[in-house]
């Protein structure tokens, strides 16, 4: 008689469990979060580095990862420069009346609203660009302790870097 296992979620406990039809035993497998869980830096196991057969391989890597974490700053400057300037709009307009005319540059485009609409909108493009801010952070973060590890790792070091123990 063959033994089929199943993958199925438990209906109390919201975990996946393994069942042997032949056996009936139950194994849990997985658990499972309905929200997720979100951890910080130091719950996060550290990121794996691949395996890599020669240094050019390494050295590809390193540096692709490093041309990614200096865009992803140079994205977030860029995007906290644009989140600045909405903030001296919203500044600029607050205290206006709302029914004031003023004008808005939409694709280029500049069309005509009045404060009452124009305010909410910037304020929602200022919250957006906040929170791709924020993502970009994150991803930025996973790319540093990524790069970190492969230097530590492969025991890269840059020009000027001391190697880990040769204080002086």
């Known amino acids: ?25 139950f194994v ?11 951890k910080t830096p130091l719950e996060q196991a550290p990121p794996t580095v691949p395996e890599f057969h020669n240094e050019q391989d390494v050295l590809r890597h ?7 974490c200096d865009a992803a700053r140079s994205k977030i400057q860029e995007l906290q420069h644009q989140a600045k300037e909405h903030e001296l709009v919203v500044d600029a307009i607050k205290d206006l009346d709302p ?6 540059q939409v694709g280029g485009v500049l069309v005509e609203r009045k404060v009452k609409e124009v305010l909410p909108a910037v304020r929602g493009n200022k919250e957006q660009l ?23 790792k492969y025991q890269i ?8 123990g040769d204080e002086e």
Do not use: W
């Open 1 to 25: 008689m063959e033994k089929k296992s199943t993958l199925f979620t438990h209906p109390k406990t919201k975990t996946f469990v393994k069942s042997n039809s032949a056996s009936h035993n």
């Open 28 to 38: 849990r497998a997985n658990t499972f979060s309905p929200m997720g869980t979100i």
């Open 62 to 68: 390193y540096e692709q990862l490093s041309s990614d």
């Open 99 to 104: 029914e004031r005319k003023c004008f808005r």
């Open 130 to 152: 906040d929170g791709v801010v924020g993502k970009i952070e994150e991803q930025l973060n996973v790319k540093e302790m990524e790069l970190t590890e492969l230097k530590r």
């Open 157 to 164: 070091r840059e020009r000027g870097e001391q190697a880990p």
